[in-house]
């Protein structure tokens, strides 16, 4: 089994592959999400603690958490399923997937390190890698330099410089995400004033409307009292003439 072991806190990752049985023994039957202690693969992890961030079997199925099985499963898959990208409005298929627990025939398993131990491993807890790109929410890059909100977020971005094809340097920067600008402001307070606006029309068009309902009605009762009248003085007048 091969065992992918990354540190989130040094961006280093290292693949260990093992087929010792007394070591696979101590990760069977675990769940996605679980931890696992470090000695368990060895004394070079002494005082490591490992997630289970997930795998895949020999034939390329990844595991899925939720599949309470350790075996493969076939779930019918909608919008929004991990493993699954729907070609067409409301389209489900079935996929196959891995359950979450580790079983016998997972042929890479990924592990994240939680605490690193006193002894440094090399290739994992030795060195940094940097990290290439920067955040781009403007919230994310005020944690990041510790800013107020009165400062620019736009002067901090962390910016990138690589040459292209035609061997001239560019230099790129990420749209900074979530910015509160005062045309943003400005886009707010139209839009609250739009709503308002609406609800007070809608109120005056229905009062509007009720006037006229009532109106209306009003006329209908007038006009049907008069035919009711015109019809009892023409029987009086019948009976009056008849009597005569």
Request: aromatic fraction near 4%.
């Amino acid at each position: 089994m091969k065992i992918n072991i990354a540190c989130p806190s040094t961006g280093l990752q290292k693949l260990i592959e093992t087929d010792d049985e007394k070591k696979l023994v101590q990760l069977y039957d675990r769940r996605m999400a679980q931890e696992v202690d470090g000695s368990v693969l060895g004394e070079e992890f002494e005082g490591f603690l490992f997630r289970i961030s997930g795998g895949n079997d020999k034939q390329g199925f990844p595991m899925r958490q939720g599949v309470l099985t350790n075996t493969r499963v076939r779930l019918l898959c909608s919008k929004g399923d991990k493993t699954y990208r729907p070609r067409r409005a409301g389209e489900r298929k079935r996929k196959s997937v891995r359950g979450c627990i580790v079983g016998h025939d997972i042929a890479v398993l990924n592990l994240v390190v939680t605490k690193i131990g006193e002894k440094t491993v090399p290739g994992l807890t030795d060195d940094t890698a940097p990290r290439r790109l920067g955040p781009k929410r403007a919230s994310n890059i005020r944690k990041l330099f510790n800013l107020t909100k009165q400062d620019d977020v736009t002067q901090y971005v962390i910016k990138r410089e690589f040459t292209n094809k035609k061997g001239r340097t560019v230099v790129k920067s990420p749209k900074v995400q979530r910015l509160i600008t005062p045309l943003t402001l400005q886009r707010k307070r139209a839009r609250k004033a739009a709503k308002l606006s609406s609800v007070l029309r809608n109120k005056e068009e229905a009062a509007a409307y009720k006037k006229l309902l009532a109106q209306r009605l009003a006329e209908k009762r007038e006009e049907r009292r008069s035919l009711i009248s015109k019809r009892r003085s023409s029987r009086k007048s019948k009976m009056g003439a008849e009597k005569s």
